[in-house]
């Protein structure tokens, strides 16, 4: 009984709902996939040629580096520019101040990727869904026309049906593969930026150790 009931509900349903989920789902993935290129445009460091500047300003004091730290706002420059600030209180701390900072920024790069991730898993299976949904309502239009069509005619109308109810998961499968795509790229580019932060905050330790920083109060 409530099997018949589950199915009917989902006969009425149909298949067009799950199509524009699938669709609505794309269109949010686009829109992720460009705020996250803008945000890297936006952030990105340029480590090669800030790595130099940054030894010549250490050489220089703590407000130089910062200085040509404060031009930058992505991972690489704003974990550093936060040990820079440090730097009177010592390596240990220096160390320590940079880690968590990186961890901070690196939620800020990771924003909207578990969406691209979950997408990317589950979309194909959305779209089963509305193929299983089809199926069950092409074989529940051929038992009402079982006793009106002729064979032709009733297979004609089941493979109609299931045809369309296999659009639903080539549309899923359509939404699925570019996310996952995406999703890889983007941590690819999280790992990157780390390891250029690593780099960056690596220059600003050997500093560290082989200059003696003045005290804090010795400063004042």
Not at 63 to 75: C, D, H, T, V
Not at 152 to 162: C, D, E, K, L, Y
Not at 165 to 182: E, F, H, R
Request: proline residues 3%.
């Amino acid at each position: 009984m409530i099997v018949e009931q589950l199915a009917n509900v989902l006969d009425r349903l149909g298949v067009e709902w799950i199509l524009y989920l699938l669709v609505a789902l794309s269109v949010l993935s686009v829109a992720v996939v460009i705020e996250r290129l803008l945000f890297l445009r936006r952030n990105r460091v340029p480590v090669g040629e800030l790595q130099p500047k940054l030894l010549r300003a250490l050489e220089e004091g703590p407000a130089a580096a910062e200085q040509i730290l404060a031009g930058y706002e992505g991972m690489e420059a704003t974990v550093v520019r936060a040990g820079v600030n440090e730097m009177s209180r010592g390596v240990a701390a220096v160390e320590e101040v940079m880690t968590a900072k990186e961890g901070v920024e690196k939620l800020r790069y990771e924003r909207f990727l578990g969406f691209l991730g979950s997408l990317g898993a589950n979309a194909p299976f959305v779209g089963l869904l509305g193929t299983v949904i089809g199926i069950m309502g092409a074989f529940a239009d051929l038992k009402a026309s079982m006793l009106e069509a002729a064979d032709a005619n009733r297979t004609q109308v089941i493979m109609g049906s299931i045809a369309e109810a296999l659009v639903a998961t080539a549309v899923g499968l359509i939404v699925a593969i570019p996310a996952v795509w995406a999703y890889n790229q983007f941590r690819g580019k999280v790992r990157h930026v780390q390891a250029n932060t690593a780099a960056l905050a690596g220059i600003l330790l050997a500093h560290m150790k082989t200059v003696p920083t003045p005290e804090k109060d010795t400063q004042e």
